[in-house]
Structures are given as C-alpha cells and as structure tokens.
C-alpha cells in the first residue's frame, strides 16, 4: 500500500472513530467466510459496524481520534477488528451470544464511556454498563420520588387544614 493511501486510510478510520461514542477491539481470526458474514449480518441488526483493520493504522488512527487510550495499544497484536457503536454494551452483548456458538470474537480491550478495558475477562462488566443518559435517569427518578410524596403530603395537609378551618368557622358562626 502506497504511503500516500495508507494515510488516507488512517484518516477514515480517525473519522470513524470520533464519529462514534464507543468502540470494542477483538479478535475475529480463523472464522470462514460465511460466520464472517453471520457476523457482520448481526452487527448491522445491532447497530454495530465491524472493521477489519491492520494493527498499526489502527494504532494511528486512534492516536489522531480524541479517542486514544494507550493501554489499549498493548492488545494490538494478531487480527483485530474494530466494533463502533453509539450504545456502550451493544457490542458487548453481540460478542457475548455470538461466541456462544463460534468461540469467536474474542475481546482484547474496548473504550466505553471514556474508559478503557482490557481482555475478555472484562466482557460480563462491559455488559453491565450504563450509559450517562440511563446513570442520570435514574438519579432524576431517585430524586423525583421524595418531591413526589413531600407534595402529596402538603396537598392532603392542605385540605385537611382547609377541612378544618371550615369547621371552626361554622362553629363560631
């Protein structure tokens, strides 16, 4: 590949990259043709591209993306592929039920929510992920319910205060 391409390449792929929220490194080697194409058919059900890619434009790629995280750059050895995804554990999820069945891919590191996590031992974490929205969803729901009953407590204390008042205006009447 001319110099001149490769660079092109690194830029698409930093494009990519930062295009994306999150991204999973993994090991897809020794998969024929047609669970290769199993693969990437989920991928695309599951809003995850996959990306096969040489280890050091890769590891250009990621030092020109905002993205970089160089811890990672210890797993790029071998085959790796490249899983984006604007939800965190999406891929986390596809590599878990499609290795069920394959023993691949295998997960060698991954950069979700501005973290980095390294090996397959990190799969059932990443699956496990939250992303902000649902972390602050939760904390506003956690905080809404206490409001909630405060409310209600002052509503009924209201009517019965109301309830009240309106009996001693009778009596002095």
Do not use: W
Request: glycine letters at 6%.
């Amino acid at each position: 590949m001319k110099r001149s391409d490769k660079i092109q390449v690194i830029e698409q792929l930093t494009k990519e990259i930062n295009s994306y929220s999150h991204y999973y490194l993994a090991d897809i080697s020794n998969l024929n043709a047609e669970v290769t194409s199993d693969l990437r058919r989920l991928c695309n059900k599951r809003e995850v591209k996959l990306v096969v890619v040489k280890n050091t434009i890769l590891r250009k790629a990621l030092e020109n993306s905002g993205k970089d995280s160089p811890e990672l750059h210890e797993v790029l050895v071998n085959n790796t592929s490249i899983l984006f995804s604007n939800t965190g554990s999406a891929p986390a999820k596809l590599i878990k039920e499609f290795s069920k069945k394959n023993k691949k891919p295998v997960l060698k590191g991954a950069y979700v929510e501005q973290c980095a996590y390294l090996g397959a031992d990190q799969l059932e974490a990443l699956i496990n992920v939250k992303s902000k929205e649902e972390l602050l969803g939760g904390i506003i729901a956690s905080l809404q319910s206490p409001i909630k009953n405060v409310m209600s407590a002052l509503q009924s204390g209201g009517q019965t205060i109301a309830g009240v008042l309106k009996t001693l205006e009778e009596r002095n009447a």
